[in-house]
């Protein structure tokens, strides 16, 4: 598992997608703390812009509903994936009682077409289940207006080949961000042992996780 830390962008991660020899997966994610509005209800939580394989990258299980697709995120639909903890916030006691309710981000209407499964609170400032998911051409034009990354997540084909792959994406954002052989990277890449200290998460549902990309 890695994690690369620097300004990255959209590019980078089509760059990962496009020239990455030993990588199975990219999932680029964009956040902010925003208001989320239901009814008469508000709840401050991170909105976090994603692609349709986040469940796939991230081992998230939905409690109810589903994701949504790789179309509709081209399409920069207004769909929106909560968290358990989002749920209990707005007043709500099933996962059911808000799939295809609507919600409001930033003024914006979404309609709620999943609630995914509780992960537990990772660490004191960041809690997995406090999140509000979309897909990320949404966030980048509609609610976000920038195709700046938190980071970069990369599945590699299994675990033996993850140095593999933390070298190649080493190469690819190396040459994306025009540096010269001389210069330092100006990113940083974390590896699966860093990640999961971070985050608490066993080592099963890392196994093949190559941690995401974020700023210096």
């Given at each position: 598992s890695f994690d690369v830390r620097s300004r990255l962008t959209l590019e980078d991660a089509m760059a990962l997608e496009e020239r990455g020899t030993v990588i199975t997966a990219v999932q680029p994610e964009m956040s902010s703390t925003?208001?989320?509005?239901?009814?008469?209800?508000?709840?401050?939580?991170?909105?976090?812009?994603?692609?349709?394989?986040?469940?796939?990258?991230?081992?998230?299980?939905?409690?109810?509903?589903?994701?949504?697709?790789?179309a509709e995120d081209l399409s920069r639909q207004r769909l929106a994936v909560v968290g358990p903890t989002v749920l209990e916030n707005l007043g709500l006691q099933t996962p059911e009682a808000l799939v295809g309710e609507d919600i409001r981000i930033r003024g914006i209407q979404f309609t709620v077409i999943g609630v995914y499964k509780s992960k537990g609170q990772a660490n004191p400032f960041s809690n997995p289940d406090?999140?509000?998911?979309?897909?990320?051409?949404?966030?980048?034009?509609?609610?976000?207006?920038?195709?700046?990354?938190?980071?970069?997540?990369?599945?590699?084909?299994?675990?033996?080949?993850?140095?593999?792959?933390?070298?190649?994406?080493?190469?690819?954002?190396?040459?994306?961000?025009?540096?010269?052989?001389?210069?330092?990277?100006?990113?940083?890449?974390?590896?699966?042992?860093?990640?999961?200290?971070?985050?608490?998460?066993?080592?099963?549902?890392?196994?093949?996780l190559l941690a995401g990309i974020a700023a210096v």
């Open positions: 925003l208001q989320v509005q239901y009814l008469n209800k508000n709840a401050g939580t991170q909105v976090v812009g994603t692609t349709a394989n986040f469940p796939e990258v991230r081992k998230y299980e939905l409690a109810a509903g589903r994701l949504f697709t790789s406090d999140q509000v998911l979309i897909p990320i051409q949404t966030a980048r034009f509609r609610i976000l207006g920038s195709n700046r990354l938190r980071s970069i997540s990369v599945l590699a084909p299994d675990e033996a080949q993850i140095p593999d792959a933390m070298a190649d994406v080493q190469k690819v954002l190396r040459r994306e961000h025009k540096l010269r052989p001389d210069k330092p990277d100006d990113f940083q890449i974390r590896n699966q042992a860093d990640f999961l200290s971070t985050l608490g998460e066993t080592t099963q549902v890392y196994s093949m």
